[in-house]
């Protein structure tokens, strides 16, 4: 298994060295190097997208997810999350990122402005997958409805793909890019003890809510893009009204503000500044609900009460849930908890 938590203030990232003072590749953009380096031949990947990346301008009910899943012949691979907008640029090595790049860092926007995409902290998980793995990722990106098209239309068939392998992956891998009708969440546990939820759009429920429920009440801390009118408040464990018969009620939920690591400390809000935060983590806050790190596709934001239609209550994404008592320790201690 492969995890990379990159914590970044200003230009100069927490724990390791800037990714912008060298141009020596980050392990990320090697790892997207090797991939494309043999997608021709043994390697098939999937881009998954959202609003700010190259090719996708999709918003809501789209979901809100950013990453890659990569699978050999056999049908064995990984998946990959990330927060990051504009990364990867492009899945193909014949269809080079017109602006975005496929390196973290300096990089441009749509309209060849400079941009950094690691300006504000991001995370990035990563998991090694068989081939019964692979097909239940795959379901759970089509239950949450991924899409990497532009202003896709409804049942559209648009992916940055290179499809091949089994054939019920295929199978699956051509059912992408369309509009989930689910209306709950999913879970499957992973081969390696990873849970995966999925949440569809049309499942209008506050997302981290969501996932304190399915995890038994687990109480949470969690940093996400906590800004502008629909940043969601702490919660106490009460049951929202924007909620769905499928859930058990949820523990608590509290939004972590700032953070640190090492003795240095940084802000974990989101907003246009670099000490800011992007990623989507969280880490229960009580012993006897489970030691779990979580590493999610949306904010925590949308609504706890009427109307429930508004983002991210009406996005699609995945959350990956691991139950590991170092790793949520670690985090406890990076999230201030």
């Known amino acids: 298994m492969l995890l990379c ?10 724990g390791g060295s800037s990714l912008n003072s060298t141009p020596t590749p980050s392990l990320v ?89 690691v300006w504000v902290s991001q995370h990035f998980f990563a998991s090694k997958l068989n081939k019964s793995d692979v097909i239940a990722v795959l379901k759970a990106l089509q ?24 054939t019920e992956i295929q199978d699956l891998v051509r059912g992408l890019g369309k509009l989930s009708e689910d209306t709950t969440f999913t879970k499957s546990i992973l081969s390696n003890g990873v849970q995966l939820i999925s949440k569809p759009p049309q499942f209008h429920v506050p997302p981290w809510q969501m996932v304190s429920a399915i995890l038994g009440r687990a109480p949470l801390t969690v940093a996400t893009w906590l800004t502008g009118p629909r940043k969601m408040p702490d919660t106490e464990g009460t049951r929202p009204d924007c909620w769905d018969s499928a859930l058990n009620d949820p523990g608590a939920v509290i939004n972590a503000e700032t953070g640190q690591w090492e ?24 012993s006897e609900s489970g030691k779990y790190a979580i590493f999610g596709d949306l904010n925590q934001e949308g609504a706890l009460s009427e109307p429930c239609d508004v983002p991210q209550n009406t996005r699609g994404g995945l959350f ?12 406890r201690s990076l999230l201030g908890r």
């Open 5 to 14: 938590l990159f914590w970044k203030r200003a230009n100069r990232l927490i």
């Open 29 to 117: 953009a090697r790892l997207v190097q090797v991939v494309l380096a043999h997608s021709a031949e043994t390697c098939r990947t999937i881009l998954r997208a959202t609003a700010s990346s190259l090719y996708t301008r999709a918003m809501e009910p789209w979901a809100h997810s950013k990453g890659m899943l990569a699978w050999n012949d056999d049908g064995d691979g990984f998946v990959m999350q990330v927060s990051t907008p504009n990364w990867p640029g492009s899945g193909s090595k014949q269809v080079p990122p017109r602006f975005n790049g496929n390196t973290l860092g300096c990089l441009t926007d749509h309209a060849g402005a400079p941009k950094n995409n």
């Open 143 to 166: 239950s949450a409805s991924v899409v990497t098209a532009n202003n896709s239309s409804r049942n559209s068939q648009s992916q940055i793909v290179k499809n091949g392998g089994p």
């Open 263 to 286: 003795g240095k400390s940084f802000g974990l809000a989101g907003g246009a500044s670099a000490d800011r935060n992007h990623a989507k983590i969280g880490v229960s806050t009580a």
């Open 320 to 331: 990956f849930v691991l139950e590991d008592a170092t790793l949520s320790a670690n985090l």
